[in-house]
T-cell receptor
Framework: GAGVSQSPSNKVTEKGKDVELRCDPISGHTALYWYRQSLGQGLEFLIYFQGNSAPDKSGLPSDRFSAERTGGSVSTLTIQRTQQEDSAVYLC?????????????FGEGSRLTVL | AQSVTQPDIHITVSEGASLELRCNYSYGATPYLFWYVQSPGQGLQLLLKYFSGDTLVQGIKGFEAEFKRSQSSFNLRKPSVHWSDAAEYFCAVGGDDKIIFGKGTRLHILP
């Protein structure tokens, strides 16, 4: 597609349920990033992929969070046993550049609300 | 570890006035520095970036930023703001490690 696509755009779930957030990057972009945006917290780094591998997972808040990328394209961020503090906008971005030096192209985000 | 600090959470300026948004970074090697803007209801967009060379970089929408290694700063400036510049601005640093962002500065414009 023309841009980074994220789905769902909005997700309301009950505490304790699992959720999956999907990111479809720009075709040909090798790098893919996940960030979390909460009020007053800016963009919190979660994880990034170069191809299908994740060199840095240090930003994942807990072992309830996981992410994968298949075929060097689509990525899924999974949150298990959601908690209210997981409520945020989850942003995905992709980049043509492999070395964390290039422009990031962001999706519109997935807004997660945990009741 | 790399870090980015944007000291000002909110800034208010009058339309037509000059603007400077502050950004300080910590990074062990040569930093790659970015400014992004997030307008209401819109996604993040790159304003400008610095990799090397001339320390004063020009971006879109009339913005510029100056890299000062001695101060570990990369402040964003605009000579005359427009009402459409009201948005949230994020400074970011990348390089060998991941790309991380500051907490943002929300810019308010007075008519």
């Amino acid at each position: 597609g023309a841009g980074v696509s994220q789905s769902p755009s909005n997700k309301v779930t009950e505490k304790g349920k699992d959720v999956e957030l999907r990111c479809d990057p720009i075709s040909g972009h090798t790098a893919l990033y996940w960030y979390r945006q909460s009020l007053g917290q800016g963009l919190e780094f979660l994880i990034y992929f170069q191809g299908n591998s994740a060199p840095d997972k240090s930003g994942l808040p807990s072992d309830r969070f996981s992410a994968e990328r298949t075929g060097g394209s689509v990525s899924t961020l999974t949150i298990q046993r959601t908690q209210q503090e997981d409520s945020a906008v989850y942003l995905c971005a992709s980049s043509l550049t492999r070395s964390n030096t290039g422009e990031l192209f962001f999706g519109e985000g997935s807004r997660l609300t945990v009741l | 570890a790399q870090s980015v600090t944007q000291p000002d959470i909110h800034i208010t300026v009058s339309e037509g006035a000059s603007l400077e948004l502050r950004c300080n970074y910590s990074y062990g090697a040569t930093p790659y520095l970015f400014w992004y803007v997030q307008s209401p209801g819109q996604g993040l967009q790159l304003l400008l970036k610095y990799f090397s060379g001339d320390t004063l970089v020009q971006g879109i929408k009339g913005f510029e930023a100056e890299f000062k290694r001695s101060q570990s700063s990369f402040n964003l400036r605009k000579p005359s703001v427009h009402w459409s510049d009201a948005a949230e601005y994020f400074c970011a640093v990348g390089g060998d490690d991941k790309i991380i962002f500051g907490k943002g500065t929300r810019l308010h414009i007075l008519p």
